[in-house]
């Protein structure tokens, strides 16, 4: 091994050591020391081997996907949790941590990576979405109404929000604006089965049984 190699080696792993400590080894002396250690040794990879952090994001960014792709949620969490390290303040980061943590089923992680993704992006119509079907499913429908009409006021044209809208102001029997919602959402996609069987239940609980039945033939269509 050359000695640029052996260099890069040596910084490589001391780097990995201090940035895999437990967080709660982080006490205030103890934090300042080690964040000038991080310093150095992140200093020291350009000055010894040149690397490139863009392109070590960028591999991390690879790995995550496709962990995610492959359905190791965990795997991809755990590469994010790395790669939060280096870009902490990249929303979107914090978004598909949320999106894999949402994955496993870990509900309050997911809101709390969607929460930091607001604050970094106040303007991330996805995040919001997110937030609000969590929320909503978590029978928190009056609490989820806000963040999916923010979700829309960025993205109009996004007919899953309206229909996620639609499912909450059904649940709080706000039927006129559940029926709005979901008629919002099939104009958007004139093919989104699930927005006319709604649709469809919705027109049966205020009397309309007519509009109900031909609501649920279109959705039988479609899903056929």
């Not at 052996?6 to 080690?34: C, M, N, W, Y």
């Not at 923010?150 to 899953?160: D, Q, S, T, V």
């Not at 008629?183 to 109900?212: N, R, V």
Request: net charge neutral; with cysteine; proline share 4%.
């Amino acid at each position: 091994m050359s000695e640029t190699q052996q260099k890069k080696s040596t910084a490589e792993e001391e780097f990995h050591a201090v940035a895999d400590l437990p967080g709660g080894l982080f006490f205030p002396t103890l934090r300042l020391r080690i964040t000038n250690l991080v310093d150095r040794i992140t200093s020291g990879y350009r000055k010894w081997a040149g690397i490139n952090f863009d392109d070590a994001i960028n591999i991390y960014w690879k790995k995550a996907n496709i962990a995610q792709l492959k359905g190791d949620y965990e795997e991809a969490v755990s590469i994010l949790r790395k790669l939060l390290r280096l870009e902490p303040k990249d929303p979107q980061v914090h978004y598909l941590s949320g999106l894999n943590f949402e994955k496993m089923g870990k509900y309050e992680e997911a809101i709390r990576c969607y929460q930091n993704t607001i604050k970094l992006q106040s303007d991330h119509p996805d995040a919001y979405l997110h937030l609000g079907m969590i929320l909503s499913q978590s029978d928190s429908e009056k609490e989820a109404i806000p963040y999916l009409k923010r979700a829309i006021e960025l993205n109009p044209h996004n007919g899953e929000a309206h229909f996620r809208l639609g499912m909450a102001y059904d649940k709080t029997k706000d039927y006129k604006a559940a029926v709005d919602s979901f008629q919002q959402a099939i104009k958007i996609d004139p093919w989104f089965a699930k927005a006319y069987k709604c649709l469809g239940f919705t027109y049966d609980t205020i009397g309309k049984h007519d509009e109900s039945v031909t609501c649920f033939k279109k959705a039988i269509e479609l899903e056929e």
